[in-house]
């Protein structure tokens, strides 16, 4: 059930209708999941925005070669045609990043009621905010919501993580960024 739930809002009581058993058991299973690390539940931002903020967390399978299996995806063929695929590439990278921070870093994703949204958000200490969208796409574009988000956030920096090999601007203070030149994020 998770696997199809990858990178999606957490929804406990659409799994226990799904699963035949109550919220909370569905809650106690994912919280069991997510302490032996084969679950990530990524937070939404919280702070004094005056924004309305989506308060559940997105859920991802931490391990990529795991989310595959259980979605039953044979070749990298297979997964390209997948309807996850966008979201597996998602999961991949933000586990990737999350991998990178320091003690004191901590990432989160942005989302509001009225579509503002950014996928990862690198909160370190005596940083500004780094807003990190994420695309499989051979040519990312990011849409409104995200430059909405940016501003929101007051962010003074951002990457498109996608799957090509050149990094160019996009914006101002915007940038495409390979998957290999993650390191770039905390430069």
């Not at 044979?74 to 309807?83: A, I, M, T, V």
């Not at 501003?151 to 915007?174: M, R, T, W």
Request: with cysteine.
């Amino acid at each position: 059930m998770i696997a199809h739930c990858h990178g999606q809002l957490w929804n406990a009581s659409q799994i226990s209708k799904s699963l035949g058993v109550s919220a909370p058991t569905v809650k106690h299973y994912l919280s069991v999941l997510e302490e032996t690390f084969i679950v990530r539940c990524l937070n939404p931002f919280s702070s004094n925005v005056k924004k309305r903020l989506v308060k559940s967390p997105k859920v991802y399978i931490r391990d990529s070669g795991l989310l595959h299996a259980l979605l039953m995806t044979r070749s990298l063929d297979e997964l390209r045609g997948h309807p996850q695929v966008g979201n597996s590439w998602e999961g991949f990278v933000i586990e990737q990043v999350l991998n990178w921070l320091s003690i004191e870093g901590k990432g989160c994703f942005y989302r509001t009621g009225a579509g503002s949204e950014i996928d990862l958000v690198i909160l370190n200490a005596g940083r500004p905010p780094v807003a990190v969208e994420i695309k499989y796409s051979s040519s990312p574009k990011v849409s409104k919501g995200f430059w909405n988000a940016f501003k929101d956030l007051k962010c003074q920096e951002g990457f498109v993580v996608y799957p090509g090999a050149e990094s160019y601007p996009i914006g101002k203070n915007v940038f495409t960024l390979p998957i290999a030149e993650l390191g770039r994020i905390f430069c």
